[in-house]
């Protein structure tokens, strides 16, 4: 069992920027691969990014390339989001969430999911 913890959340200016964290306890965090995912009012919740459980290898939706990075710090068991350029159409709760399979883009991919944090981008 892995439990998922984010961090960071908060309301922002357009332009500005947020990093989130995502803090494991559990199983061995290095064995999972991470992803990002997030939810405005109203809709689905889409994939964000994600990278694979040694750290080599990022994907990201179209929407966020450029603009946010994820990263992972295994000694840390924590995952992040770093977010500039933040837009008003940013606003959701991010979640991040836990695998050991390769379906990163896809929510049925994910065993894992923590309780999310709000982002609020101001125009």
């Known amino acids: 069992q892995v439990q998922l913890v984010e961090s960071g959340g908060g309301l922002v200016q357009a332009g500005g920027s947020l990093r989130l964290s995502c803090t494991t306890s559990?199983?061995?965090?290095?064995?999972?691969?991470m992803g990002w995912f997030r939810q405005a009012p109203g809709k689905e919740r889409e994939f964000v990014t994600a990278?694979?459980?040694?750290?080599?290898?990022?994907y990201s939706a179209d929407s966020v390339k450029d603009r946010f990075t994820i990263s992972r710090d295994n000694a840390k068991n924590t995952a992040y989001l770093q977010m500039t350029s933040l837009k008003p159409e940013d606003t959701a709760v991010y979640y991040c969430?836990?695998?050991?399979?390769?379906?990163?883009?896809?929510?049925?991919?994910?065993?894992?999911w923590g309780q999310g944090t709000q982002v609020t981008v101001s125009s």
């Open positions: 969430a836990a695998t050991t399979r390769f379906r990163l883009r896809y929510r049925d991919g994910y065993d894992y």
């Open positions: 559990g199983r061995a965090f290095s064995s999972y691969h």
């Open positions: 990278i694979s459980n040694g750290g080599s290898a990022t």
